[in-house]
């Protein structure tokens, strides 16, 4: 199984401050195909997971452009430009290039100060 | 807009069975890969199992796998899980979820997830 690692478990940010998420997985996430299947989710309390980010780098629908995620191979980062009240939740990365199984990170929790 | 609604959760005894539905709306249900995901009261998410827009193939952890059953129905717009011996470490809130691409199998996250149904065994 790839084992995805994330760091911090947790981080605490002013609003309007940047937050920055590092995904790490066991194996390269890169396919034969060229694509880097890593996405990201955020679960806000009480709510379902939302997905973010897909591919490494691209929002999803809907998704204000202050989130960004980068990297490649193994290392990835997820971004926030300026942290507001509304994205405090449980960011999750997860890996779908090997199934079974699909693969989460551990999450890292976001809080405001 | 696309909805997953999903219902069946319950209190059962370990070496109960339960059956999980998910009713989807909002797309065309059989151009789609389905999942289910679940997440131990105050634990990360497990992915579970996914089954491909035509019903023909399906993955499983290896936490469920031969106890668990993923199926769907088309003409119900309809996902389910059948849950056979369950234990207490089944306990969680399950989320059926939509692939994010259609028509392709492998290598497609979720996209859009439901409230959950939660799921305790206990006796």
């Known amino acids: 199984d790839i084992v995805m690692t994330q760091t911090p478990l947790s981080l605490s940010v002013t609003p309007g401050q940047p937050a920055s998420i590092s995904c790490k997985s066991s194996?390269?996430?890169?396919?034969?195909?060229?694509?880097?299947?890593l996405y990201w989710y955020l679960q806000k309390p009480g709510q379902p997971p939302q997905l973010l980010i897909y591919e490494v780098s691209n929002r999803f629908s809907g998704v204000p452009d202050r989130f960004s995620g980068s990297g490649s191979g193994t290392d990835f980062t997820l971004k926030i430009s300026r942290v507001e009240a509304e994205d405090v939740g449980v960011y999750y990365c997860?890996?779908?290039?090997?199934?079974?199984?699909?693969?989460f990170g551990g999450g890292t929790k976001v809080e405001i100060k | 807009e696309v909805q997953l609604v999903e219902s069946g959760g319950v209190v059962v005894q370990p070496g109960g069975s339960l059956r999980l539905s998910c009713a989807a709306s909002?797309?065309?249900?059989?151009?789609?890969?389905m999942h289910w995901v679940r997440q131990a009261p105050g634990k990360g998410l497990e992915w579970v199992s996914l089954i491909s827009w035509d019903g023909g193939s399906t993955y499983y952890a290896d936490s469920v796998k031969g106890r668990f059953t993923i199926s769907r129905d088309n003409s119900k717009n309809s996902l389910y899980l059948q849950m056979n011996s369950l234990r207490t470490e089944d306990t969680a809130l399950y989320y059926c979820a939509k692939a994010l691409v259609l028509r392709f199998l492998e290598c497609n996250g979720m996209d859009v997830w439901g409230q959950g149904t939660t799921v305790t065994v206990s006796s």
């Open positions: 997860m890996q779908s290039i090997q199934l079974p199984p699909l693969t």
């Open positions: 909002g797309f065309t249900f059989d151009d789609y890969t």
């Open positions: 194996q390269s996430l890169l396919h034969s195909d060229g694509k880097t299947y």
